[in-house]
C-alpha cells in the first residue's frame, strides 16, 4: 500500500485566516458572557431622587429612611424631622446630593 503526500496549499487554511477565526470565536463569546452572565445594565445605575424624612442625628451625621434601606448624610446640617430630598444611585450606599424641602 502506497500513501502519497499531497502537498497541495489550496488545502489548507492560511494562517490569518486562523486568527480571523480565533478572535471572531473569542469575541463571540465574550459578547454571550457580556449579555447572560454579566448584563451590561449592572454597569450603569440608575439615578433616583427621593424624599426622606432625617430620622436621627450623632455628631453631624444624619440617617435617612430611603425606599431601599437607611442612609447617612456627612457633615449634617438639619435635624431629626426634616424633610430633605435625597438624590442617590441606586444599588449603593452613598448619597450624592440632598437639600432641605420647603414645606
Known amino acids: 500500500?502506497?500513501?502519497?503526500?499531497?502537498?497541495?496549499?489550496?488545502?489548507?487554511?492560511?494562517?490569518?485566516k486562523l486568527f480571523?477565526?480565533?478572535g471572531?470565536?473569542?469575541f463571540g463569546v465574550f459578547i454571550v458572557?457580556?449579555?447572560?452572565v454579566f448584563p451590561i445594565n449592572n454597569l450603569i445605575r440608575e439615578t433616583v431622587s427621593e424624599e426622606a424624612i432625617i430620622i436621627s442625628k450623632s455628631e453631624n451625621i444624619c440617617v435617612v429612611e430611603t425606599?431601599?434601606?437607611p442612609?447617612?448624610?456627612?457633615?449634617?446640617?438639619?435635624?431629626?424631622?426634616?424633610l430633605v430630598q435625597v438624590t442617590f444611585d441606586e444599588g449603593t450606599q452613598s448619597?450624592?446630593?440632598?437639600?432641605?424641602?420647603?414645606n
Open 95 to 102: 448619597i450624592k446630593k440632598h437639600q432641605l424641602v420647603n
Open 71 to 82: 442612609r447617612q448624610i456627612n457633615n449634617c446640617i438639619y435635624e431629626p424631622g426634616d
Open 20 to 22: 480571523l477565526i480565533l
Open 33 to 36: 458572557l457580556s449579555f447572560f
Open 24 to 26: 471572531l470565536s473569542v
Open 1 to 16: 500500500m502506497d500513501y502519497q503526500y499531497n502537498s497541495d496549499e489550496e488545502n489548507y487554511i492560511s494562517t490569518k
Open 67 to 69: 425606599m431601599d434601606h
